[in-house]
């Protein structure tokens, strides 16, 4: 653990000392059972704006940023409960002087909504997640294709007697991966595969041009083929 961290776990603890001698030393009237009921729910609310501090909420290492898109109402949750919860202990100990059993049930029942709301916090992080993860697992295989293309372009520097008809065509099909988006069709992925391959062999072939050109035109075409069906493959 860090300086900043104790640091930060110091001040929690000095806060909460400090709640809890506020609360004993102007209890007044207060029972001790309600005493305490009040000085926990103090402690929690306190807590609930602290713990940002000390558990930072936001994971910037997450590249999903998952717990960003439920931020809002991670918030909502917490300053709704702080208000309705300081109301009451305000209104059942000033105003209408209630009974601790009532006290506590109404607590109870704060305490059940701010649990719902951050049961559906986790929910909708996790809903952020599964949608980067799959954004990221449709995005890979383009990432792949476009890899295989540099690299046939890279062996293409390298030789210096290639025709100008196949590389003209190599760097159409080089551009037209501008225009390719991911896509979570399921037939995609084999077209993606048999891309790559395709790819891997014209490569392969492009070290012996002449005694590989058949073989090179008719994975050439093959490759024109599939690039322009996958040009045309969007996600449902």
């Avoid at 400090?18 to 005493?35: E, K, M, P, V, Y």
């Avoid at 059993?101 to 607590?107: E, G, K, P, R, Y």
């Avoid at 383009?142 to 890279?154: G, W, Y």
């Avoid at 100008?164 to 080089?174: Q, S, Y």
């Amino acid at each position: 653990m860090d300086i900043k961290k104790i640091l930060s776990l110091l001040s929690l603890l000095f806060g909460i000392a400090i709640i809890i001698t506020a609360f004993i030393l102007f209890r007044g009237a207060l029972s001790d059972n309600i005493l305490i009921l009040n000085m926990v729910v103090s402690v929690i609310v306190f807590g609930l704006f602290f713990i940002d501090i000390i558990v930072p909420w936001v994971d910037f290492n997450d590249k999903s940023h998952s717990k960003v898109g439920s931020l809002g109402l991670r918030w909502f949750m917490t300053w709704f409960y702080a208000i309705a919860a300081i109301v009451a202990m305000i209104s059942a100990n000033v105003v209408y002087d209630l009974s601790f059993s009532t006290q506590l049930i109404v607590h109870l029942i704060l305490f059940f909504f701010l649990s719902l709301g951050m049961i559906g916090v986790l929910y909708s992080s996790s809903g952020v997640k599964q949608v980067f993860e799959q954004e990221t697992k449709n995005r890979s295989g383009v990432d792949e294709m476009k890899n295989a293309m540099h690299k046939l372009k890279d062996a293409m520097n390298e030789l210096s007697n290639l025709p100008v008809g196949f590389i003209k065509r190599i760097n159409r099909l080089d551009e037209n991966m501008r225009f390719i988006s991911p896509s979570n069709n399921k037939g995609v992925i084999e077209s993606e595969r048999l891309f790559i391959k395709t790819v891997g062999e014209i490569t392969f072939a492009i070290m012996d041009f002449s005694s590989n050109k058949e073989r090179i035109e008719s994975n050439l075409k093959k490759l024109e083929s599939i690039s322009q069906t996958r040009k045309n493959s969007y996600s449902n």
